[in-house]
């Protein structure tokens, strides 16, 4: 008797120490959990202010990206885009983008973009990254080191959730920066 | 006596060993973006807002990287893009690359670079 009691307090006790673990979720319950975490994230209100007039950077002439040189997958579909280009970004400097690309589904985000340093020889190392305008949250920045002007390259960011997405580039380097280029989202995800 | 505490301690077993394989089990199946990888989910160090500049129809006006922000950048960089190849954020040392193709800083990266060891490590992906 003293057995069969002490066999069924340790059944208990497993059971009630595993059940929690046992409703760990598989793996598509876990992607919609953090999702949903996420999405809270990127959908809480951020204020905004308006701000004050600044001075505007020197105008020089710069090299634009050839858009007829940017391959295209017609599988893909892209939902939105922007444009860009400045000139005289000194270093230490970051600069947000005013417009942003904005998506209602799950996409890749990619920047073709060129850079240099107007004033100089030397080659500028760029940080580019995405900030959710909602939010103030920012991916995981893209390193771009060296010049690019006779050729684009292309940086990009896959699976990103919905959002409103401004373009931030921070000049890391030791010299002016000038650069331009475009974003766009592509959505693949059938 | 002897028993009892026999089935207490083979109970206790089950239990951390039951507990170890779950948890080994669920963490295999988390999807790599939990992690982040891709999305917008670091917080800036700073709040900041961006002084509007009417005659640049594409940027706010540029405003100072604090270093501790450069810091925090480096920390969380997750791809740096040179001529001489793409290198991709990895969690650990590759340790059968060689010490000539490794570097110490993102500055140093050449040609014959696989591995690049400044603020994390990276390897070459491309």
Known sequence: MRFVKTVAAVALATTLSV?????????????????????????????????????VAPGIPVTNVDL??????????????????????GAGNNIWSKQSVKTTKKTDIYITLTQWSPSSS??????????????????KPVKVSGEYTSENTTIGWTQVLPGDYQIVIDNVGNHELAGNGFANAYYNYN | MKKKLLISVAAGALVVMTTVVIQ???????????????????????????????????FYAPMKTTPEEREYSKSITGRIVTKFGDFERVREQDTSISEDETVYSSDDIKENTKQVIDHGVFIKTK
């Open chain 1, 122 to 139: 030397y080659h500028p190392v760029v940080e580019y990254s995405l900030r959710n305008k909602e939010t103030g949250n920012s991916t």
């Open chain 2, 24 to 58: 080994s089990y669920a963490g295999s199946k988390i999807p790599t973006y939990v992690f982040g990888n891709n999305n917008a989910i670091y917080k800036p160090l700073n709040e900041k807002i961006p002084q509007d500049d009417p005659n640049n129809p594409y």
């Open chain 1, 19 to 55: 059940s929690p673990f046992l409703t760990v979720p598989s793996s598509a319950a876990s992607a919609h959990q953090v999702s949903k975490f996420q999405s809270d994230d990127f959908y809480a209100p951020t204020p905004t202010v308006p701000g004050k007039v600044a001075h």
């Open chain 1, 68 to 89: 007829s040189k940017v391959s295209k997958n017609d599988d893909f579909v892209v939902l939105s885009d922007i444009y860009y280009q400045f000139t005289g970004l």
